[in-house]
């Protein structure tokens, strides 16, 4: 039995027959029942051993679930492990079989992706269309990040199991002469948070300037706003025509080598604006902000609870908005340093006594 992700909730009581899918397996467990006692063999030999299988850790360490040993079974690998070199197992496998164990040791001649020489290279890149790309934004820039709630068990009336119901969201907007002012939305309970939220945020953005996100997420909690509001969707459609991806650019026109292949932006801003940690806030990444919302919005919790936690999740979601202008901020200091359109080390162009844009503070 598994849950349908097809059912929809209407409200009231769960219709427990359509939220609940039973799958007949039967013919599947008939056809494995024949290696069990062989399997159960082997694992009963391995209990009985005094030393760990000789099993080296690989991509199957983290699928399903991250093996809670990896850090134990990796700790004599050595800095640059070939396994991360982006390509995923394929690539790993690759080079394990050719006797490859650091991405150092890759031969200069092999045929590698863009992003693995980048890693392989293991230097700064500023690509000489990013100043260009940086360039493409309208002002007044908002920045903007949603957190949301999927749950199992549909919360709101009109969703289904594990769909995104945004409960929050953050804008720092940037006007044109460099001043910078924050404005969020929080949802204060259990209601559904869709239609206030949404209204809220037509209003933050307005009509004009680009609206700055990382990766393409926005889109789509502001795709799904617009299918269950259709009063707002032509609205909700110019917000995400006005969308401006961040993300993108930077994969296509900048690597530095604590990214270590990936453009995650927990991996980026710290590496281009490291002074911009989340070590100092009690909420640090998504999930957590999604069971803190959900504890305020439908736990037993008393006012002062409520207070903190609301705190902490305005806080977050504040942080990463803020992130995405220190980042674009990062990134033109890097462009003034590198107009002449060759790649140079960070400490070089940061050293130049360029002025970088004006700049409000955070919040
Ligand atoms: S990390 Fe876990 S799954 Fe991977 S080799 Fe070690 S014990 Fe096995």
Redesign the pocket.
């Known amino acids: 039995m598994h849950v349908n992700t097809r059912y929809l909730y209407l409200g009231g009581s769960y219709d427990l027959q359509q939220l609940f899918q039973e799958e007949d397996l039967t013919r599947e467990v008939q056809e494995r029942q024949s290696d069990i006692p062989a399997r159960l063999s082997g694992m009963r030999q391995i209990l009985a051993s005094p030393m ?2 000789a ?4 991509h ?2 983290r699928s399903p679930y991250e ?4 850090e ?3 700790k004599g690998k050595p800095d640059r492990w070939v396994y991360y070199l982006p390509g995923g197992r394929y690539a790993f496998q690759r080079m394990t079989a050719l006797g490859i164990q650091t991405i150092d040791e890759i031969p200069s001649a092999y045929p590698l992706k863009l992003l693995q020489q980048r890693v392989k290279d293991n230097v700064e890149w500023v690509g000489p269309g990013l100043q260009a790309a940086l360039a493409t934004v309208a002002y007044p820039v908002h920045h903007l990040d949603f957190e949301t709630l999927g749950s199992a068990i549909p919360l709101y009336p009109n969703t289904r199991p594990y769909q995104s119901v945004p409960f929050q969201w953050s804008n720092h907007i940037e006007t044109a002469d460099g001043q910078l002012r924050h404005e969020a939305y929080l949802c204060s309970d259990s209601r559904d948070p869709r239609e206030e939220l949404a209204v809220a945020l037509l209003e933050s953005v307005g009509k004009q300037g680009s609206i700055c996100t990382y990766t393409g997420y926005e889109h789509g909690v502001l795709t799904g706003l617009a299918h269950a509001l259709p009063h707002l969707r032509s609205d909700l459609d110019h917000v995400c025509d006005r969308l401006w991806d961040l993300h993108t650019i930077v994969k296509a026109h900048y690597y530095h080598p604590a990214f270590e292949g990936s453009y995650s932006i927990k991996r980026v801003l710290p590496a281009v604006v490291p002074h911009l940690a989340y070590d100092d806030l009690e909420i640090q990444e998504g999930v957590l902000a999604s069971l803190r919302f959900h504890r305020i919005a439908f736990g037993n919790t008393d006012s002062a609870e409520r207070a903190r936690i609301r705190k902490a999740l305005l806080r977050y979601c504040e942080r990463d908005t803020f992130g995405m202008v220190e980042l674009r901020r990062a990134l033109a200091i890097k462009t003034c340093a590198n107009t002449s359109g060759r790649s140079e080390p960070i400490s070089r162009a940061l050293s130049r006594n360029l002025s970088p844009p004006k700049w409000g503070t955070e919040g």
Request: charged share 15%; proline share 27%.
């Open positions: 760990p299988p099993i080296e850790p690989d199957h360490c093996c809670p040993f990896w134990h079974c990796t």
